[in-house]
Nanobody
Framework: QLRLVESGGGLVQPGGSLRLSCVGE????????IGWFRQAPGEEREGVAF???????SYADSVKGRFTISRDRDKNTVYPQMNSLKPGGTGRYYC???????????????WGQGTQVTVSS
């Protein structure tokens, strides 16, 4: 079964950093465009970071300069490094994969279950 598994979430103070991970199971992430999305309580899921199959990157304006997305092809893993986190960064973070380039839009074919990030003092 093709699966995406996120990890690395937790509680972090404002201004702190976290690195999330998205591992592909059966799914070979090299072949896919990967998006990371955040869903805060009561709000719609929003795209925050994207890496294409040829490693082009894009970011939501709200995270530019603070988030960096990267791949480790040997580990079949995509990482968003999140620095200078703000309380507004609280939410469940999901990775998503698709052969098509959806950028920060929601139309991905494969989704993980998400990992919770709470930014609070």
């Amino acid at each position: 079964q093709l699966r995406l598994v996120e990890s690395g979430g937790g509680l972090v103070q404002p201004g702190g950093s976290l690195r999330l991970s998205c591992v592909g199971e059966v799914l070979i992430l090299d072949d896919y465009n990967i998006g990371w999305f955040r869903q805060a309580p009561g709000e719609e899921r929003e795209g925050v970071a994207f890496i294409s199959s040829d490693d082009s990157e894009s970011y939501a304006d709200s995270v530019k300069g603070r988030f960096t997305i990267s791949r480790d092809r040997d580990k079949n893993t995509v990482y968003p490094q999140m620095n200078s986190l703000k309380p507004g960064g609280t939410g469940r973070y999901y990775c998503a994969a698709d052969n098509l380039d959806h950028g920060l839009g929601p139309s991905y074919g494969y989704w993980g279950q998400g990992t919770q990030v709470t930014v609070s003092s």
